[in-house]
């Protein structure tokens, strides 16, 4: 909400002959749109303060696309708060061409894609450091019922469990 004082004449037909008045009146802005305007160009003039506003109004929005892009608070965290410093950082690039909000989810959008790549890379990178060196070897047994059947319906099998 923005508050702000504006001068206005005030005619009063009461009094005779018709009198000019000079009033001081408090003005209410409910206009989102315009609220956060006068944020983003108080902001890009260096006010903190008009940032952190900006942040409060938006900071659900950015934490929630990172979480469902990511499925992981620890990282939708570390995105959210990538996406702040970069935005501070960046602010006097923004042209007022979409809404503030909009150009905020695009570098959260962003950072989400870059932390997923982060994270593939990392788990593919433990994947292949857990690798056996070249002297050892691996032996997988992999079970199919199908080839299990067969195999315990053999008759070679059957003699193993006769002989038994």
Request: hydrophobic share 40%; glycine share 2%.
């Amino acid at each position: 909400m923005s508050i702000y004082t504006k001068k206005v004449h005030l005619y009063s037909f009461f009094c005779k002959p018709f009198s000019i008045f000079d009033v001081y009146i408090i003005v209410v802005s409910e206009n989102k749109k315009h609220i956060e305007f006068e944020l983003v160009e108080r902001a890009q003039a260096g006010d903190g303060k008009a940032f952190e506003e900006l942040v409060k109004m938006h900071d659900r929005r950015v934490f929630d696309l990172a979480y469902s892009m990511l499925g992981n608070l620890a990282d939708a965290q570390d995105v959210y708060q990538e996406t702040f410093l970069r935005a501070w950082k960046s602010i006097a690039s923004f042209r007022f061409q979409s809404s503030f909000l909009t150009w905020l989810l695009k570098i959260t959008f962003n950072q989400s894609l870059t932390m997923r790549k982060k994270i593939k890379l990392h788990s593919f990178l433990s994947l292949s450091n857990s690798a056996p060196d070249s002297n050892e070897f691996v032996h997988l047994q992999i079970s199919d019922t199908t080839n299990a059947d067969k195999h315990l319906n053999s008759e070679e099998t059957l003699q193993q469990i006769n002989s038994a």
